[in-house]
Nanobody, 123 residues
Framework: QVQLAESGGGSVQAGGSLRLSCAAS????????SAWFRQAPGKEREVVAA???????LYADSVKGQFSISKDDAKDILYLQMNNLKPEDTARYYC?????????????????WGQGTQVTVSL
């Protein structure tokens, strides 16, 4: 069994920064692929960023140059550094992990999900 716990969300003014964390615990063996998704009210969940065990990353076009995904493999913690936040970044952010070594970016590719952390950006 795998448990994921996100933290770091909150309310911030536009232009501010937040860093989200997602700690994995339990049977984390070979949990190499991870990603951040977000879901805004009335919208479908979308991938924000993903990373594979080789450090390759993918980003949604809307966050390129603004967000940065990273991972501490020794501690099984996934991070999302979010800079220059905008009101349209307001959403609930979810981390997702899966086994394997391939870079993954679709919801259906991830088996383990956190409960989410709310990010609210105001003008």
């Amino acid at each position: 069994q795998v448990q994921l716990a996100e933290s770091g969300g909150g309310s911030v003014q536009a232009g501010g920064s937040l860093r989200l964390s997602c700690a994995a615990s339990g049977y984390t063996y070979s949990l190499y692929c991870s990603a951040w998704f977000r879901q805004a009210p009335g919208k479908e969940r979308e991938v924000v960023a993903a990373i594979d065990p080789n450090g390759r990353t993918l980003y949604a076009d809307s966050v390129k140059g603004q967000f940065s995904i990273s991972k501490d493999d020794a501690k099984d913690i996934l991070y999302l550094q979010m800079n220059n936040l905008k009101p349209e970044d307001t959403a609930r952010y979810y981390c997702a992990w899966d086994r394997g070594r391939r870079l993954k970016g679709r919801e259906e590719e991830f088996k383990y999900w956190g409960q989410g952390t709310q990010v609210t950006v105001s003008l």
